[in-house]
């Protein structure tokens, strides 16, 4: 299985576009999953309204995606549309004493003296 194309991971991306769907990125974010899913079997879904309904539709996401190689390429586009592709590219143009680069460091300490 894909690990981006989890269900787990669908359900993250599918809740932060929940969380946002008020915005303009979210709403658009919404209707090119909505026609990606129509695209491939036929019919739009609904909204999801509650985290049962993400968690069913991950669900089907990921089967799908694991059955149809072109529709995993797709979704995993969508994906990190939404969450983000998770690399981060750190360029430099000056000479740096102390560098920390890192991912979710909350609650951590740093003394650079």
């Known amino acids: ?3 981006i194309l989890t269900p787990t991971m669908l359900t993250t991306a599918l809740t932060k576009l929940l969380n946002g769907i008020a915005t303009d990125a979210g709403a658009k974010a919404w209707d090119t999953l909505k026609a990606l899913i129509a695209r491939h079997r036929g019919t739009a879904p609904e909204l999801p309204a509650s985290a049962e309904d993400v968690s ?3 669900g089907e996401l990921a089967a799908a995606a694991e059955q149809d190689a072109e529709f995993a390429q797709e979704l ?3 994906q990190q549309t939404v969450t983000g592709s998770g690399n981060v ?4 143009n000056a ?4 560098l920390i680069n890192g991912q979710d460091m909350s ?3 740093f003394n650079l003296s």
């Open 1 to 3: 299985m894909d690990p």
């Open 76 to 78: 995993r586009t969508w």
């Open 56 to 58: 069913t539709l991950a």
């Open 95 to 98: 000479p740096v004493k102390n």
């Open 107 to 109: 609650g951590s300490t």
């Open 89 to 92: 590219v750190l360029n430099l």
